[in-house]
């Protein structure tokens, strides 16, 4: 494979992003620099997530800049999920991305506690509200329709992708606040074991 770089292919400006808490308890990505780099699609599948399925695929050569896993580039409006960096050589990164859409999340957790100034009852406590931003893909059976005794149940499970630094836990309550699959939702599983991302499974169902 040539290796050779014309500086003059890297002819696009791309936004490197950065999670913060940018407040109490919300997350986002934030600007931390530019880079020049060369953005092609070859119209293969990146699969960011270990158990959904996956998005296009795009290749990037950039010049060497600090730059890791945990972060993301933004390509004009279009956020890119990093999944790998290579060393080119002494002056160029290889990065592959998925081209993925981003959805603002907001988390409610409901724990029990005892209140031993009445007795050791257990008590309901709702904790501040998290929000963050995920992306969605479907898992590999996408949606499922159940027929019961009386009625039908539809049912919908996504994955919700999440950087490492949003920490969800089963039976939280997530509301996804844009896009096609804008509801609420119930976690009902967790992927944990990469060391740049979290996975989750998110169930929606209704009667139908």
């Known amino acids: 494979m040539t290796t050779y770089v014309d500086a003059g292919s890297l002819d696009q400006r791309l936004t490197l992003l950065s999670l913060q808490e940018t407040s ?13 780099a060369n953005v092609t699609q070859d119209g293969s599948k990146n699969y960011f997530s270990s158990v959904g399925l996956g998005a296009r695929n795009a290749k990037i ?28 050589d002494r002056m160029h990164w290889d990065v592959a991305a998925a081209l993925v859409d981003v959805v603002t999340c907001a988390m409610d957790r409901t724990t ?9 009852r257990p008590i309901k406590v709702q904790a501040p509200t998290v929000t963050f931003p995920g992306v969605l893909t479907e898992r590999y059976q996408g949606s499922q329709y159940e027929r019961e005794d009386t009625h039908a149940k539809a049912t919908s499970t996504y994955i919700l992708v999440t950087p490492k630094a949003v ?26 074991l990469d060391r ?7 169930v929606w169902s209704r009667d139908v």
């Open 167 to 192: 920490v969800l836990e089963e039976g939280d309550v997530v509301a996804v606040q844009e896009g096609p699959a804008k509801a609420v939702y119930n976690v009902q599983g967790s992927h944990v």
């Open 112 to 120: 029990t506690q005892v209140d031993k100034a009445n007795g050791n």
């Open 24 to 36: 109490p308890n919300t997350f986002a990505w934030v600007e931390v620099g530019k880079v020049w």
């Open 196 to 202: 740049y991302k979290n996975e989750y499974e998110i």
């Open 61 to 88: 050569i950039m010049r060497r800049s600090p730059i890791d896993m945990a972060q993301a580039l933004r390509w004009g409006s279009q956020h890119l999920f990093l999944t790998s960096i290579t060393q080119r």
